[in-house]
């Protein structure tokens, strides 16, 4: 294997030591769709007043515990547990003495849906491993006299988890000292990287398979890995460049999103920016090194 495959697979690996331990340490601060509750989103039309104010306005309620975080220069966002409609419209009333407002969004979802929400989540996200896994091993098992179609499997999926744990690293962080928090969109976000990622594998597994078939004067021997080694990176060399620019043309319009869109955006948004990026980097530099290192398995 070239030292570079080297070099950047031990990164990988120590990064998605890093954001393991950031997940086991901090965990994920879930939303009120997972854990039930209430999310009222507002935006002022005039000047937003202090959050000293608003709190102590809302502890009038005696509603419970009352998170409040600002939204861009007039917003508001209220997480708090599950409220009534009445209770719903005592908040508005409240916050209307402090000011002209205008209600962006409002959720109310109970624990037991939040649950249940949480189970299917995890189901999802575990079946599409699966039938990604059985998807890689029937595509390409022409080449099964030359790698095995389970270690291209085993490949993906190690490129996949390294681009889940990554933003789950990071969140763990953000949720601890940021407040940040996994709702219903962080899973269409995370269902999002695992279908890219895969994308940019099969991208240079497909043309490791025609290099291989192709040249009928190869021939890979079971103690021979330099060979493989070669194929393996001028297969990247022939596909790198339709990566990064595919890659980037994404980012743009994510990093728009982000940007420009609303609070409620932000996490979603912030998730794809880092799982695009990290599924480029990984179908190089995690991918195809399992398959060097596996190959002869």
Do not use: C
């Amino acid at each position: 294997m070239p030292t570079i495959y080297k070099i950047m697979f031990s990164i990988s690996i120590i990064v998605m030591a890093v954001s393991a331990a950031l997940f086991l340490i901090y965990g994920l601060n879930l939303g009120t769709d997972f854990t039930g509750g209430s999310l009222l989103e507002i935006e002022f039309l005039k000047e937003r007043p202090e959050r000293g104010i608003i709190s102590e306005r809302l502890n009038n309620l005696n509603l419970g515990q009352i998170s409040i975080s600002e939204a861009g220069e007039r917003g508001l966002i209220l997480k708090m547990p599950e409220i009534s409609e009445e209770a719903h419209q005592q908040i508005l009333a409240e916050l209307k003495k402090s000011g002209e407002l205008e209600e962006k969004k409002f959720d109310s979802i109970g624990s037991v849906l939040g649950s249940e929400l949480k189970r299917k989540s995890i189901i999802a996200i575990a079946i599409a491993l699966v039938l990604i896994s059985a998807y890689l091993a029937i595509v390409f098992s022409r080449v099964g006299s030359t790698i095995s179609p389970l270690v291209l499997a085993l490949g993906a999926i190690v490129a996949l988890i390294h681009d889940l744990i990554l933003p789950i690293g990071v969140f763990s962080w953000l949720g601890r000292f940021r407040g940040a928090t996994i709702d219903a969109p962080m899973i269409a976000a995370a269902l999002t990287i695992l279908g890219y990622s895969i994308n940019d594998t099969v991208v240079v597994y497909d043309r490791i398979r025609e290099n291989i078939i192709r040249d009928a004067n190869i021939r890979i021997h079971t103690n021979d890995t330099n060979s493989f080694s070669q194929i393996v990176h001028k297969s990247i060399k022939q596909t790198l460049v339709r990566s990064v620019n595919t890659t980037l043309t994404t980012l743009f319009a994510v990093i728009a999103i982000y940007i420009f869109g609303g609070a409620t955006l932000k996490n979603f948004s912030l998730a794809l920016i880092i799982g695009i990026a990290s599924g480029a980097y990984s179908s190089i530099f995690v991918a195809s090194p399992i398959l060097m290192l596996f190959h002869k398995k």
